[in-house]
């Protein structure tokens, strides 16, 4: 029970623990900073990456983002410097209104773990106390009683604490004064008290000024308008403040205006003070203009005024208040004449058009003006803008005329719209604007202008017969048929020595040019020709312009191939290299030329086929053909080579030479060689003798024999006979006979020279290394293939048929080049197995494929490690067999014996090595120290007892280093750890080999050794 109970309390203290470290671990997330309201945006807030112990170096890279509610952002991160700083304006009122504490709060995401920020805004001083009503009125009869209380409107202070509203004001007087009082909820609020009796004769009216202040620095107040009425109930008659109104008046009033505002007061109160006015003496025409408010007294405008009707309306207004009395008073309304009537202009004569290059002073237009206003405001003055051609002259009494002032082109402007203003001298002036579009007519006096001073044209070579090549364009600004234009030819030209018009033509009214020909770039380049362009004016008007016509060259002529030169029978000749010739040995040289100009001209050599790949290489530009290795023994003595000359024209055109190349250090062998190219034909066809037909007597190899020249002769039966020989090639066509050779990876027996496999014996192909840190697009290897046939049959594409990893790598379809696809992840196994495709554009095509090993290692353990991994399973796929046949049952017997016996005899093995091991460590000078009891430097802590026997309560650890072979390593113990288990003086200073062989001085030599660990327990 007291252990249970011990087992408790353990418990309960662990929890207790466990709850403090997290709260602590909670406590130690959270961040808290206090601002005052209303700061700037950008103001600083706190230094979160240093509050949060983050590199501002590594903000970013960390993903550190702010998650905070609501939507909008007030605070934001700068990623630099690691602040917190204000984003929006932080209003403490709106946020939190008359909440005491006003906090936001904020998370802060630092890659997975989450920080809370908790912000507080306190409250500034930014709002005065404010009276929702601003004027107040109070009505207090005269005889109302001293102490009377009349509550006040409270003041609305937003702020909180000290700036809140504290306290009221008013204004001095005698007759009140103000109590504030304070309610439960700690509200103030203020009542008017009337400390002194009021008398209305004396003073009818007291205006107050009521002041609410709250407690901030600095102090803000409000202030509010308190109007006290004091009521009375006498009777007096209404009396006009004065007797005559006179009033000026402009006749351009608008119809609502307020003209004038009689005023007639009551003494009285109540609704025996209450005066309405109406008119008591006003003529019919003046009623319907004027109107007069019954209760404010305001007399407007009801209809438009005019001066020329009347220039004094006189009316007489009465007052009448509640009881029926009335006073009245007289107004005059005196109008005002004012300029209210725009001149008037009339055309009289106008000719619409005049002809170009009209003298000056032509007359165009006739006009006549007139005001209907009087004295200053019926003067007239008419105008024009002064940059026309044009100008008024008064002609007599209000009579202008409108003549030419300069002179007229129709070619810069063609039409005029001619205003004319006629304004008087009222004031404001008024005007009127009378508009004249006036047609300028043309003259042939422009001729055709071409847009260009010369012309530049090009068209290509080859070029169809009534091909468009560009168009000519000239334009004449004069008008209709003065306008037109023509084009054509002139005589002459240069750059050919036929006539221009044989060879071009242009259309003679859109000056379109046309090609009558096509043109040569190797016979003609350009063209140089003039063009007329005439107008049909009278007289007609022409302009002529140089035209130069470019010929482009186009890719037209194939490569010429000059040396070597090809004999009547089709052959090229034998060149000669030596065996020994070393590599870039010069055998020959192929020399082209290409008949076109510019890059259509630009030669390109390569080798496009040879009897020995990798034996010859030609310059690409040079065209030399060099030995690019040594020959070798088991090369052929005749070699075949193709070279294929390419110019850079669109599309490229090509030429080829085949190219014999005897390998022969002596004359014997040259001639046995050449015994052997000029071998019969009738070896390889023969002809039917009366049908003519030809057979072959042999299968052909396009890779060894492309053409075949010989001639026939036809011989008739007569006496003499008579014959006739021809020419006969015969083409070897090529096919898809050949799979595509996969030179590289390459097995160890492919480099020494056999090209009939591509892998290992065990079926593997090396291994190939690319660091784990490898970015995407890192070359890890290149699988590089041949094919004999030629064409779009020796055309290769590469694909990865099989990956462990799909998408880890990718292969080049052209190039073979095998790069990443992506950056390597952590889950991905270190070896990686890939399976490359080579396939050729044959039809059918023909495919080959390579398995390439790809070790994901950045360090040498681990591609050490994996390549032990690799021969493990090399040698597990050989131990298998058969590569997934099926096994005989007799077999699968015989090899069950043998797995039997072999496992047998190691387990043998085994078990005398581990009797030789006990033998030795008993006859040990330290188990013979401890049998004797000779443990005298060794502490009695170290020893524990049981019936007397005293053994070691310790251990300790040695390391060992052993090769792949036990049977022929050693082990050494270079270090010995222990703890607390035998003394310093006690240790050896180089222990003896656990083990010594015949190999020992294998194992001093420095070999790399695997590290083992060994731990001895006694």
């Known amino acids: 029970m007291a252990a249970a109970q011990r087992l408790r309390d353990g418990s309960c203290r662990a929890l207790l623990c466990f709850v403090l470290v997290a709260a602590w671990e909670a406590a130690s997330g959270q961040i808290r900073y206090s601002i005052p309201e209303e700061m700037a945006k950008g103001a600083f807030v706190g230094n979160v990456a240093k509050d949060l112990g983050l590199d ?62 908790e912000i507080e805004i306190t409250d500034i001083n930014d709002n005065a106390p404010r009276f929702q009503v601003e004027q107040i009125e109070l009505r207090v009869r005269e005889s109302t009683a001293t102490g009377a209380r009349f509550l006040l409107p409270d003041a609305e202070d937003p702020d909180v604490g000290i700036n809140s509203l504290q306290s009221y004001q008013l204004s001095d007087n005698r007759h009140f004064s103000l109590d504030v009082q304070t309610g439960a909820d700690g509200a103030k609020y ?98 319907s203009i004027f109107h007069l408010d019954a209760k404010t007294g305001e007399m407007t405008v009801a209809q438009k005024l005019d001066f020329e009707e009347c220039e004094l309306y006189e009316t007489e207004v009465q007052a009448r208040d509640g009881r029926g009395l009335s006073g009245r008073a007289k107004v005059l309304l005196n109008v005002l004449d004012v300029n209210d009537n725009n001149p008037e202009v009339t055309v009289t004569s106008f000719s619409s058009s005049v002809p170009e290059g009209s003298p000056t002073g032509t007359v165009i237009a006739l006009l006549k003006v007139r005001d209907r206003d009087s004295g200053e405001n019926g003067e007239v003055t008419c105008s024009i803008f002064t940059h026309l051609p044009f100008r008024l002259q008064k002609s007599y009494d209000n009579f202008y005329s409108l003549v030419t ?39 042939n006096d422009n001729p055709p202008t071409f847009t260009q001073t010369s012309y530049a044209g090009y068209i290509a070579e080859n070029n169809p017969r009534g091909a468009s090549i560009f168009t000519l364009e000239a334009s004449d600004p004069d008008w209709g048929e003065n306008a037109r234009v023509t084009y054509s030819l002139l005589p002459g030209g240069e750059g050919s020595e036929s006539p221009v018009s044989s060879s071009i033509s242009i259309h003679s009214e859109s000056g379109a ?91 390109s050599y390569q080798l496009l086929k040879a009897t020995e790949p990798g034996l010859f290489r030609v310059g690409l530009q040079s065209g030399e053909i060099r030995t690019a290795r040594s020959v070798l023994d088991k090369d052929a003595l005749k070699q075949s080579l193709v070279v294929l000359v390419k110019d850079n024209g669109q599309p490229p055109l090509s030429a080829s ?26 070896s390889s066809i023969s002809i039917h003798s009366e049908s003519g037909a030809v057979y072959a007597l042999r299968s052909f190899d396009y890779e060894q024999l492309r053409e075949l020249r010989f001639q026939v002769q036809a011989q008739d039966g007569g006496s003499p006979p008579l014959s006739t020989n021809v020419s006969v090639t015969l083409w070897i066509l090529d096919q898809n006979d050949n799979s595509p050779e996969i030179l590289y990876p390459a097995s160890p027996s492919a480099a020494a020279g056999s090209s009939s496999s591509s892998s290992r014996s065990d079926g593997s192909t090396g291994v190939e290394l690319a660091p784990r840190s490898s970015e995407p697009g890192y070359l890890v290897t290149k699988v ?95 131990a298998g067999g058969g590569g997934g046949a099926e096994p005989q049952p007799g ?64 251990s300790y650890s040695q390391e060992a280093s052993l090769t792949a072979g036990s049977r022929k390593s050693q082990i050494l113990f270079p270090v010995v750890s222990c703890t607390n288990t035998l003394t310093a003086q006690q240790a050896q200073e180089k222990p003896a080999p656990l083990l010594i062989t015949e190999d020992s001085k294998a194992s001093q030599q420095g070999e790399t050794l695997p590290q083992v660990s060994f731990c001895r327990r006694f």
């Open 56 to 117: 501002t170096e590594k903000i970013s890279e960390r993903g550190v983002r702010i998650l905070a509610e609501g939507r909008t952002q007030y605070f934001a991160l700068n990623f630099e410097s690691g602040h917190l700083y204000i984003s929006e304006r932080v209003d403490r009122e709106e946020l939190c209104g008359r909440s005491s504490n006003c906090l936001l709060r904020l998370e802060i995401l630092v890659q997975v773990k989450l920080h809370t920020v």
């Open 190 to 287: 203020a009542e008017l008290v009337l400390e002194m009796s009021l008398d209305r004769e004396k003073q009818a009216v007291h205006n107050l000024i009521l002041r609410a202040l709250d407690g901030g620095d600095p102090l803000r107040s409000g202030t509010a308008q308190i109007n006290v009425v004091v009521e009375d109930a006498n009777d007096n008659a209404p009396i006009f403040a004065q007797s005559l109104y006179k009033v000026n008046v402009l006749e351009d009033t608008p119809v609502g205006s307020l003209l004038v505002t009689v005023n007639a007061t009551d003494l009285d109160e109540g609704i025996n003070s209450q005066v309405t006015y109406t008119f008591r003496k006003i003529s019919e025409k003046a009623s």
């Open 405 to 443: 002032d300069g002179p007229l082109d129709r070619e810069q402007v063609s039409e005029y719209n001619v205003t004319i203003t006629a304004r008087d001298r009222g004031n404001p002036p008024l005007s009127t604007i009378t508009a004249l579009s006036l047609k300028i007519l043309d003259k």
């Open 513 to 603: 040019v046309y090609a009558l020909r096509s043109f040569d770039y190797e016979q003609l380049r350009e063209l140089r020709f003039q063009v007329q362009a005439q107008d049909g004016g009278s007289p007609p008007l022409s302009t002529n312009v140089s035209v130069t016509l470019w010929i482009l060259d186009q890719n037209d002529n194939s490569p010429e191939i000059l040396y070597p030169a090809s004999r009547s029978d089709g052959s090229t000749g034998v060149e000669l290299a030596p065996r020994s010739s070393e590599p870039g040995y010069l055998v020959t040289k192929v020399v082209a030329v290409d008949a076109d100009s510019g890059q259509n001209a630009w030669l």
């Open 657 to 682: 030479v085949s190219v014999t190349v005897v390998l022969a250090d002596s004359l014997p062998q040259i001639l046995s060689e050449l015994s052997s190219l000029s071998s019969p034909v009738s």
């Open 784 to 878: 590089v293939a041949v094919d004999a046939d030629s064409g779009q049959n020796a055309w290769l594409s590469y694909q990865l048929l099989k990956a462990t990893e799909p998408g880890l790598f990718r292969v080049g379809l052209q190039s073979g080049e095998i790069r990443t696809a992506r950056s390597v992840l952590d889950k991905d196994a270190l070896k990686q197995s890939l399976v490359v495709l080579v396939k050729d554009n044959g039809q059918p095509p023909l495919s080959a494929s390579v398995s390439v090993t790809v070790v994901l290692a950045d360090s040498l353990p681990q591609i050490l490690s994996e390549l032990s991994s690799l021969s493990a399973s090399a040698a597990a796929a050989a």
């Open 891 to 954: 077999l699968t017997l015989y090899l069950g014996i043998a797995v039997a016996s072999v496992s047998g005899l190691f387990f043998s093995f085994l078990l005398g090595l581990l009797a030789l091991r006990l033998r030795r460590w008993r006859n040990s000078p330290l188990l013979e120290s401890g049998a004797s009891g000779n443990f005298s430097g060794v502490p009695v802590s170290q020893f524990v007892g049981i019936d007397g026997v005293r053994a070691f309560l310790h």
